[in-house]
């Protein structure tokens, strides 16, 4: 925009200007007042050309005008004579810079420097909004990183709370496995001496046998809680040929449980094995509430045996199945006493055996047990 009264000297102006900038140029002009303050209403200009005396305005009064709506626009006086003192006050003011009409020479370079520094300045205020706005996000994401240190804290915090309590309840939990086994070993010593007493007075029967059978399951079932509770594992396994079927009518017969006429033989611990398939057995009674709904079957398969304890209880759910046979795990699902079926899985393990638990059609959990069968060269005595 170009304020000037004289139409020789805005030609003159042009002139100076057309072919000396790198951009288009078009060049508003206005005369007075009246027509400044409407063309700065009606757009925003990229620099503006003021003369510095005008008949009814002066250059000064129109800077401030400018200044006032478009603060950012460069203001060029171009005037015919203008003293030092006017001219420094003019600068003073904030007015961009000033050119005599006669050094129009001096015109298109003051114009480009004019613009090159509002795109410097505009760069330097992007740049500086920038950095706020980046110094706003980072200052925002360290806040966030100190709140999530402190719920990381705190969450480690209830976790070593936890931990310590889980070990408090596990060194009770041995401490009543070991004081309870030691506790219960002697009246089962007692037991044992009432009925070898009781041998020798009436004589042998199979009911003394039976009870003689128990209480020797009982005392090795005592021994392995004591072990477990310091944390060793199932021992004195003693191998040799044995009738398998007839160790499973066995246990049928002591809990009132249907098994298998079959006689299969393997390789074992009979001892061992009767206490496994009597916590299997137990626990499928316990659960289910009545005897009637457990059965046990077995069958051949590839180089093994396969005995299935099958109960029609509530289930083993899919979450408790990884669990069941931890250490020291109680469930009320598993109907796990905590260390029965751990007992069970270590001694199926020692005998190169696999056991597991899967849904029962029909309702309820059946455990399998797997054994290898005697190899033809097997020699044990």
Same mark, same amino acid.
């Given at each position: 925009?170009?304020?000037?009264?004289?139409?020789? *000297?805005?030609?003159?102006?042009?002139?100076?200007?057309?072919? !000396?900038?790198?951009? @288009?140029?078009?060049?508003?002009?206005? $005369?007075?007042?009246?027509?400044?303050?409407?063309? +700065?209403?009606?757009?925003?200009?990229?620099?503006?050309?003021?003369?510095?005396?005008?008949?009814?305005?002066?250059?000064?009064?129109?800077?401030?005008?400018?200044?006032?709506?478009? @603060?950012?626009?460069?203001?060029?006086?171009?005037?015919?004579?203008?003293?030092?003192?006017?001219?420094?006050?003019?600068?003073?003011?904030?007015?961009?810079?000033?050119?005599?009409?006669?050094?129009?020479?001096?015109?298109?370079?003051?114009?480009?420097?004019?613009?090159? $520094?509002?795109?410097?300045?505009?760069?330097?205020?992007?740049?500086?909004?920038?950095?706020?706005?980046?110094?706003? &996000? #980072?200052?925002?994401?360290?806040?966030?990183?100190?709140?999530?240190?402190?719920?990381?804290?705190?969450?480690?915090?209830?976790? !070593?709370?936890?931990?310590?309590?889980?070990?408090?309840?596990?060194?009770?939990?041995?401490?009543?496995?070991?004081?309870?086994?030691? !506790?219960?070993?002697?009246?089962?010593?007692?037991?044992?001496?009432?009925?070898?007493?009781?041998?020798?007075?009436?004589?042998?029967?199979?009911?003394?046998? =039976?009870?003689?059978?128990?209480?020797?399951?009982?005392?090795?079932?005592?021994? *392995? +809680?004591?072990? +477990?509770?310091?944390? $060793?594992?199932?021992? &004195?396994?003693?191998?040799?040929?044995?009738?398998?079927?007839? #160790?499973?009518?066995?246990? %049928?017969? =002591?809990?009132?449980?249907?098994?298998?006429?079959?006689?299969? $033989?393997?390789?074992?611990?009979?001892?061992?094995?009767?206490?496994?398939?009597?916590?299997?057995?137990?626990?499928?009674?316990?659960?289910?509430?009545?005897?009637?709904?457990?059965?046990?079957?077995?069958?051949?398969?590839?180089?093994?045996?396969?005995?299935?304890?099958? =109960?029609?209880?509530?289930?083993?759910?899919?979450?408790?199945?990884?669990?069941?046979?931890?250490?020291?795990?109680?469930?009320? !699902?598993? %109907?796990?006493?905590? +260390?029965?079926?751990?007992?069970?899985?270590?001694?199926?393990?020692?005998?190169?055996?696999?056991?597991d638990v899967v849904d029962t059609p029909g309702g309820g959990a059946t455990f399998r047990v797997r054994l290898p069968l005697p190899e033809?060269?097997?020699?044990?005595?």
């Amino acid at each position: 925009m170009h304020l000037e009264d004289n139409e020789l *000297d805005h030609e003159l102006v042009l002139f100076h200007l057309e072919g !000396e900038l790198p951009w @288009p140029t078009q060049v508003t002009r206005v $005369e007075d007042e009246a027509g400044f303050r409407s063309a +700065l209403l009606g757009g925003r200009p990229h620099l503006i050309l003021s003369d510095f005396a005008l008949p009814t305005y002066d250059g000064l009064s129109a800077f401030r005008a400018a200044h006032e709506l478009l @603060p950012n626009v460069p203001f060029i006086i171009v005037t015919g004579a203008m003293g030092e003192e006017t001219a420094v006050d003019t600068l003073r003011e904030g007015v961009t810079d000033y050119i005599l009409k006669q050094r129009l020479e001096r015109l298109s370079p003051a114009v480009k420097r004019a613009i090159a $520094e509002v795109d410097a300045q505009v760069s330097r205020e992007l740049a500086e909004q920038e950095v706020r706005e980046l110094n706003r &996000s #980072l200052q925002a994401r360290l806040e966030e990183v100190e709140r999530l240190r402190n719920v990381a804290e705190r969450q480690s915090q209830r976790l !070593e709370i936890q931990a310590r309590q889980l070990e408090e309840a596990l060194n009770l939990q041995k401490t009543f496995l070991a004081e309870t086994s030691h !506790e219960l070993r002697t009246p089962l010593t007692a037991l044992h001496g009432y009925l070898r007493r009781a041998e020798r007075e009436v004589g042998g029967s199979q009911t003394l046998q =039976d009870a003689q059978r128990v209480a020797e399951n009982m005392t090795r079932l005592v021994n *392995d +809680l004591l072990q +477990l509770s310091r944390g $060793e594992l199932v021992q &004195s396994i003693e191998m040799h040929f044995m009738n398998l079927g007839q #160790l499973l009518r066995q246990v %049928g017969r =002591d809990f009132g449980v249907r098994a298998p006429e079959d006689d299969l $033989e393997v390789v074992g611990d009979p001892g061992r094995l009767t206490q496994v398939f009597v916590n299997l057995v137990t626990n499928a009674i316990r659960v289910s509430g009545r005897a009637d709904l457990v059965t046990i079957e077995a069958g051949l398969r590839a180089g093994e045996v396969e005995v299935r304890v099958v =109960d029609h209880g509530p289930g083993v759910p899919d979450h408790i199945k990884p669990r069941i046979f931890d250490k020291f795990y109680r469930g009320k !699902e598993a %109907g796990s006493a905590g +260390l029965g079926l751990t007992i069970a899985q270590q001694v199926v393990t020692a005998h190169g055996g696999t056991i597991d638990v899967v849904d029962t059609p029909g309702g309820g959990a059946t455990f399998r047990v797997r054994l290898p069968l005697p190899e033809e060269d097997d020699d044990l005595g």
